[in-house]
């Protein structure tokens, strides 16, 4: 089958598929590009179900790209706590301001604006003007490849550079023959519903599995080859719960790097095979601490895109924070941007409900 052949077809049947078996999502509820953008930012490398709640609490919260620009980053990193990779909510903030200081009230159709934005990738342009703006500009997400590396049957991996630019070249050819807001989005859609990865994919379902060559040469569960490896470094930690009136122990994290912006109670990840007791030695060394009386309280996991960390929670009692820190009530903890896995740590070691455990600690004297 020649390309045009094959572009037509595809078009038309991903069309004819999506109308009928779209999944109704929030953010598609209309094609406005602020909420457009909002939703790419959060399913990237997050899942659908799990995107819904805080899609709800963000829409809420900042209606509008005008309301986010003026919001503290506190606010922002708050409404985002839990959903992780925290640059991307620091990245909207940063867009949306941007183009509140171009004079705009949203998202322009204007490409080249859009990719000037911190944050908005390829991808993410493609989505916004495809979605929003019905124009033929394609979104290659891990989906799409792994639809189009079945469908084109791709023996070299199509998150490289010639891959990616040649599964874009067919997303955009598709595109020009119907409208890209729907085509786009059935791209997205078969990829996570029926072209999904490896044996679990659904064959009988897809609506261009006549065109696929995959299917036809029996590859599917081998495609997309992938030559990267993802090693998982995995390391031991202390933290350190330390009670003083009227609460707890939190600081701030600097600026750029991990967690940026964000508080945190004082936690030290450890060198390759360090002990948990001796990143605790380093800890209390750092926070200048002088023989405090300790009680180890938990261990939780904190995962990240490429380490995992085992981590130890000690506690103690002071009568003051140390250097660099401060002290927070219970309420005020219980509203800081604070990642989530230190967080759950937190109330955790302090009982359910935090709140009330703060309340009960006595003074030191």
Known sequence: MNAEKFHLEAAEALTAWYN??????PWRLDRDPYRILVSEAMLQQTQVERVKSFYARWMERFPTLTSLASASQDDVLACWQGLGYYS????????AQLVRDAGLTTLPADPEFLRSLPGLGPYTVGAVCSIAFDMPVPAVDGNVRRVFSRLLDLSEDPAKAKGTALIAAHAAAILKLGSPHVLTQAFMELGATVCTPG?????????VGRLCAAKTAGTQAQR??????????????AA???????GCVVRRRPAGGLWSGFYEIPWLRGEADESAESCLSRLTAELQLSDPCLDLELEETLKFTRWQVRLHLWSCR???PPAGCDAVSADKLTGLPMPAGLKRLVQKALG???RKQLELFPPVR
Not at 88 to 95: H, T, V
Not at 199 to 207: D, G
Not at 240 to 246: A, F, H, Q, S, Y
């Open 20 to 25: 009928s078996h779209k999944r109704v999502l």
């Open 88 to 95: 991307r909510a620091r990245s909207l903030r940063k867009a």
């Open 199 to 207: 044996a679990t994919c659904k064959c009988a379902q897809c609506p």
């Open 224 to 237: 997309p080859v992938s030559t990267r490896r993802n090693v998982i470094e995995r390391r031991r930690g």
């Open 240 to 246: 350190l719960l330390i009670l003083v009136p009227p």
């Open 318 to 320: 002071m009568p003051q």
């Open 352 to 354: 359910q409900p935090a």
